[in-house]
């Protein structure tokens, strides 16, 4: 069964603009459910075609493209951004992201009471134990 004429591969299509690095990270993204054409979950040969919206969950945030133009090869980034308007949300704020927890250099391994403290900041930890 071949494509409609006006469309591409969505995989192809979303390495060809430069949303991912490499096509196979395309239809990784899309196998792992992480690609959605017009609200739909996308396998990595679902057709792409003017007008639809892309929504790829990557890197942690959600990216919204809607296809302007179709492109079979990888092209420049100028040409690229001529292919889609982004509608993605503003990432937030750096100083609304949780801190990662740090430990000094040299500090060596975190003790028990650390550790707990630890989970518990990452909502792991279990009951208090008292």
Known sequence: MTP???SVRIDSWIWSVRLTKTR???AAAC???HV???GE???PAAPVRSGDEVRLRHSGHE???VVKRLVRKRVGAPVAAECFVDNSPPPPPPEY???AARRER???RPTKRERRDLERLRGRGTADRD
Do not use: M, Q, Y
Request: aromatic share 0%; hydrophobic share 40%; glycine share 16%.
């Open 97 to 99: 992201t949780a801190p």
């Open 4 to 6: 409609a004429e006006g």
């Open 41 to 43: 979950r996308a396998k």
């Open 36 to 38: 959605r054409i017009n």
């Open 24 to 26: 196979s990270a395309a």
């Open 31 to 33: 196998r792992a459910g």
């Open 63 to 65: 990216r919204i493209v």
């Open 106 to 108: 040299g500090a060596g």
